[in-house]
């Protein structure tokens, strides 16, 4: 939770450069029981706090409204629903950024540790299916988050 804490710090920081919506609670826990996950606690903050949304030219996919059939971003529950169906990411994984070049980066639930927190790792549609082992490219969204940030505010 620390990373993520200043991750959120720097967003705060430059918020003539972000655009963030914070999610009620009621959402976030129907956007978990339609996924069939419990979100990671930092990740699960984040929605809570800033929901969906950019900062820089970077967008972090999360929930923006109530459409869980929406599948285009930043809305990740309708996009994830969709990579399910067509057996590109495992039921455990929850979409949350666009690499580029076809690539994605996701939540593995199912690696959660006993904190509660899961790797962030990176899958490519039609190179990678369910059931991949996937290469992990940060310990959990709290640190992905800030990375992201970072990088992108300098």
Do not use: C, W
Request: glycine share 12%; proline share 5%; net charge negative.
């Amino acid at each position: 939770m620390r990373s993520y804490e200043q991750a959120r710090a720097l967003v705060e920081e430059h918020l003539d450069e972000a655009e963030f919506e914070s999610q009620p609670e009621d959402r976030v826990a129907r956007a978990e029981r339609e996924l069939g996950v419990r979100f990671p606690p930092s990740y699960r903050q984040f929605l809570l706090d800033l929901g969906a949304g950019g900062v820089g030219g970077e967008e972090i996919y999360g929930l923006v409204n109530d459409d869980f059939e929406d599948v285009r971003p930043p809305q990740a529950v309708g996009l994830t629903r969709e990579f399910r169906r067509d057996g590109q990411v495992s039921e455990d994984l929850v979409v949350i950024y666009n690499l580029g070049k076809g690539s994605y980066f996701a939540l593995d639930t199912r690696a959660a540790g006993d904190d509660g927190e899961a790797p962030v790792v990176a899958f490519t549609p039609g190179i990678h299916s369910a059931g991949d082992e996937l290469q992990i490219v940060a310990p959990d969204f709290g640190a992905f988050f800030l990375e992201t940030v970072r990088a992108d505010l300098g």
